[in-house]
């Protein structure tokens, strides 16, 4: 830090400990982040008692399922751009109080069209919360811890899916169906109070909005309680946070430009190719094993052992992401776990082998992700910060659909189940390549000084 007229936000928050204010922001977007995950499963959870219910097919619920993860993917797009302009804070709320407002609706729904339309709403919430969670986190992190903090944030959603298996059942049982929506809403509704009181907003985003300097050092103090500001003090951030950004333009049209076309190109094709194949086995694992002649309590634990191993793998790759080359750490990851994936399909003949096969897939696949959500953070400055990381996983949505679609279309061609699961390890290899070649694609940002000055 500078002299006391002129504070170096990013070398603040840079250097600055782990304290009381990042521990509050971590916990806060973890716990958003796991109700995203308890209401995004929650259909999968419910729909036999439905289908039972209402008297109609399974296969019925295909559309109701593809219009969840559709809204996910719209949410994605049009509210991570709305947080780049309005804030991160102001976006969360409101996706907070969307997919907790239309999860509690869905409770009152007694047709599939009412049911597909409040899936829909319902994702448009999911969808807009996950990029801008990440984001907050990531600009409240020190550079050197950053990809982990991420990784123990991000590790609140497969831990909400986890959650909602455990509780679901009894929910039904002792109040019916509707019990595990209104769950899903009054809780996030409940915490969007505590979230009016206690988040904060993004100090660079304010920094880049020119808003009053006084939220500025009120939060800087909190950060580093070693700041002294006065009235003649300045703020500023290095040239590679603000990228001349006077809030002109559409800041998705920022991703493809000053060099990052080819960049941003890869990046959605790795979250696009991942992000296909994790929800593909997340959705055909668990048929897929039993058609392979497993029990049934064996294939759907082969779910749980898979999301398991995404959890692990995020802490572990998190840390090593901090520490290593991450584009080397997670391309090296999503390559490897095309090997598990093989060891899956060939490896139905032992439970030991499957399960240590499908552990270290979801080690790579889905903690590895995870990783990329860190990453994607980090290439983009903080103007267009939500964008970047809301336009890849809204690219990655797409694939979230289209993977489950997929492995419906090979079984009715006639492939076998293990031809199938094999197919994953595909779009796994080109994920991991796309990660690697990005090496050579990250922007070269220098870190220019440009001063922002606020006067009290």
């Known amino acids: 830090m500078s002299a006391a007229e002129d504070v170096d936000v990013t070398e603040v928050i840079e250097e600055a400990r782990f304290g009381r204010l990042q521990l509050l922001i ?3 977007c973890a716990w958003i982040a796991l109700l995203d995950g308890f209401d995004t499963q929650a259909i999968a959870y419910i729909a036999p008692v439905i289908a039972e219910k209402w008297g109609i097919a399974m296969a019925g619920f295909g559309p109701i399922f593809g219009a ?13 751009p709305a947080a780049d302009r309005f804030g991160r804070r102001s976006v969360i709320l409101l996706s907070v109080l969307l997919f907790g407002m239309f999860a509690l609706v869905t ?30 986190t990531s600009e409240y992190a020190p550079k050197r811890m950053r990809a982990l903090l991420i990784a123990i944030m991000f590790c609140g959603f497969p831990l909400g899916s986890t959650i909602g298996g455990l509780i679901s059942a009894p929910l039904i049982g002792a109040f019916g169906w509707q019990a595990v929506f209104v769950v899903g809403g009054v809780l996030p509704l409940l915490t969007l109070m505590v979230l009016f009181a206690w988040l904060p907003e993004s100090i660079r985003y304010l920094l880049t909005r020119e808003v009053a300097d006084v939220r500025i050092a009120k939060l800087l103090a909190r950060l580093d309680p070693g700041i002294r500001a006065t009235a003649a003090s300045r703020y500023v951030v290095h040239g590679s946070q603000r990228s001349g950004f006077q809030g002109s333009g559409f800041p998705v049209t920022k991703l493809l430009a000053e060099g990052r076309a080819s960049m941003t190109v890869l990046l959605w094709i790795a979250f696009f190719m991942n992000l296909l194949v994790m929800y593909f086995l997340v959705n055909w ?43 080397l750490v997670l391309g090296g990851a999503y390559l490897a776990s095309a090997l598990f994936i093989a060891g899956i399909a060939f490896g139905s003949a032992s439970v030991g082998t499957l399960m240590i096969s499908t552990f270290l897939a979801g080690f790579g696949v889905v903690g590895a992700q995870i ?63 796309a990660v690697i ?9 220098k870190l220019v000084p440009s001063a922002a000055t606020l006067h009290h």
């Not at 759907?300 to 290593?324: K, M, W």
């Not at 070649?437 to 940002?445: V, Y």
């Open 26 to 28: 971590l916990v806060l």
């Open 68 to 80: 969840g993860l559709a809204g996910l993917a719209v949410g994605a797009f049009v509210l991570s």
């Open 107 to 136: 409770a009152r729904a007694t047709t599939l069209n009412e049911l597909l339309v409040y899936r829909f709403l319902t994702g448009l919430g999911l969808g807009g919360a996950m990029p801008n969670i990440v984001a907050l």
């Open 285 to 327: 694992m668990p048929s897929l094993l039993k058609a392979s002649g497993l029990p049934l309590n064996i294939a759907i634990l082969s779910t749980a052992v898979l999301n398991a191993g995404g959890v692990v793998g995020a802490i572990v790759l998190g840390r090593f992401v901090d520490r290593l080359d991450p584009y």
């Open 371 to 433: 990783g990329m959500n860190a990453l994607a953070a980090g290439l983009y400055p903080t103007e267009i910060r939500s964008t970047g990381v809301g336009w890849a996983l809204g690219v990655g949505r797409i694939g979230s659909i289209i993977g489950p679609v997929a492995g419906g279309v090979l079984l009715g061609f006639g492939w076998d189940a293990q031809s199938v699961v094999l197919t994953a390890a595909v779009p796994a290899v080109l994920a991991g390549l």
């Open 437 to 445: 070649a990005l090496r050579r694609r990250e922007p070269s940002l």
